[in-house]
């Protein structure tokens, strides 16, 4: 794992934390913040799975398109586009 592809995963561990700890709050916690970061941290770790493989991340929030390039390059890569789009 090159250092950009630590980076990325490092990035996606924080807004993973920080998601655990805003559930953590109870009748206080924030779901949109949640919701906000497990979107992020999921984003940040395909676009590390891209990197690692060789290929340019491009710079979008769509984790449908993120999820189509990774399926060129694994074979065994499957994740609904439904419910990548799911809001």
Not at 33 to 58: I, S, Y
Request: with cysteine; glycine share 4%.
């Amino acid at each position: 794992m090159n250092e950009t592809v630590r980076q990325w995963v490092a990035k996606a561990e924080g807004d993973y934390a920080s998601a655990s700890r805003e559930l953590a709050g109870g009748e206080k916690c924030n779901f949109n913040l949640v919701l906000f970061l497990c979107q992020q941290c999921v984003e940040k770790l395909t676009k590390g799975l891209l990197m690692a493989r060789c290929t340019v991340a491009p710079k979008t929030h769509d984790l449908a398109e993120l999820s189509r390039l990774i399926s060129s390059l694994e074979q065994d890569w499957q994740w609904n586009d439904a419910e990548l789009k799911r809001k």
